[in-house]
């Protein structure tokens, strides 16, 4: 059962996002002394990476991957990487060997391969970052595409926005987490948070996870039914 948890702006959000974050940190290097994270891209997501450079964290402990990516050259401005390159890793003190990006200028296929072999040995994180899009997608899982279920890191074609070509964690390897944790903000997401409220088998609702589930939205995103 999805238990959400509803906040007035898409600020307060964001900052309740922060305190989970810090709070996960905190507790999974004092039981095992690392901290693995998947981050997500997206704007809400972004605000939250803000507010975490602000604080003083134990980054060297902090172990970093990424949910999904677009195929495009490396410094391509529109890569997920690049916008936490931007938000967070320009402005934190973490080891570059912490940072375990999607090699997707490499093409969907060769790049999914790769970094299969590194989601295996890294599973289970102790917090996963999920956004979602309008049409209830969620990292680069789409509505209504078949997936290997087998594969913990897919090879995306034929997305339904651009670039059409990505790489994503799969719904296997995102569910293992000890926290799940999903941002969504914004009217207009409404209507697929409640296609999904009413059953609608969407991407974001797939993913599930090893201990803990937070969903947090905002006002205009929950609405009033």
Known sequence: MIHWHVKPTAEEVALAA???????????????????LV?????????????????????????LYLGDERCLPIHHPQRNSQIIQRTLLDKIDIPRQNIHFIPAELGAVKAAAKYQQIINLASPFDLVILGMGEDGHTASLFPNHQYIE??????????????????????????QNRTLLRLITGANKKD????????????????TTLGNEITLLDQSTFGDT
């Open 18 to 36: 922060r305190d989970i974050i810090i709070d996960a940190a905190h507790r999974a290097i004092h039981v095992h002394g690392i901290f693995k």
């Open 39 to 63: 981050l997500a891209g997206g704007t809400t997501p972004e605000r939250v990476y803000s507010l975490l450079t602000k604080e003083t964290c134990h980054w060297e402990k902090w172990q």
């Open 150 to 175: 087998s594969e913990l890191v897919h090879a995306v074609f034929n997305a339904p926005k651009p670039p059409a070509e990505r790489v994503s964690m799969s719904m296997t390897a995102l569910s």
């Open 192 to 207: 697929s948070v409640e296609q999904w409220r009413k059953g609608e088998n969407l991407p974001i609702a797939t993913i």
